[in-house]
């Protein structure tokens, strides 16, 4: 009686290892692959900035119009700021690559600030074969109330303005 009842509690207890083992692998490989709602609230604005980034460099890489406001303004430093629950990082993007950190930068061009599962959705959502129907999305967010951008200085207008004209036209 009591050996059946060790088999049956290591058996249990393996069950449950085997269980919680799968649980922890699905949630790394399926809330890290940006496809779902659920797991993009769950990310950090870092992970998904750092998920998207070689994307970004491609789009930058091969967009005439981003290679040009690269070639006017420089490296472009923004800073994402996201409240309920609170969250930043950064990214600094040139015309070979973008760095993302979890930092925010010192004097950055500009400043993107809004609600945490908007700005969430927003970054996952981008993708280079429909980049202005994802700055339509971040208009009709910042109609809503739910985020904005805030430039910072003279670059950082010229870098909004020109992005806004580029991808909004």
Do not use: C, W
Not at 26 to 50: C, H, M, P, Q, W
Not at 60 to 88: F, H, M, W, Y
């Amino acid at each position: 009686m009591l050996l059946e009842s060790l088999n049956s509690v290591s058996l249990a207890r393996v069950s449950y290892l085997k269980r919680s083992y799968s649980t922890t692998f699905f949630k790394d490989v399926f809330l890290r692959s940006g496809n779902d709602i659920a797991g993009i609230l769950l990310s950090t604005i870092y992970e998904l900035l750092e998920s998207r980034a070689k994307e970004a460099e491609k789009y930058v890489q091969r967009s005439k119009g981003a290679k040009l406001i690269l070639k006017i303004a420089g490296a472009v430093r923004l800073n994402i700021e996201t409240a309920d629950p609170p969250d930043q990082a950064a990214a600094t993007i040139t015309g070979k690559e973008v760095i993302v950190s979890h930092e925010l930068l010192e004097k950055p061009h500009a400043t993107i600030n809004g609600k945490s599962n908007v700005i969430k959705d927003l970054i996952a959502s981008t993708r280079e074969e429909d980049i202005s129907k994802s700055a339509k999305n971040f208009e009709a967010a910042e109609k809503r109330g739910d985020a904005s951008i805030q430039s910072h200085g003279i670059k950082g207008k010229l870098i909004v303005s020109r992005v806004r004209k580029m991808l909004l036209d």
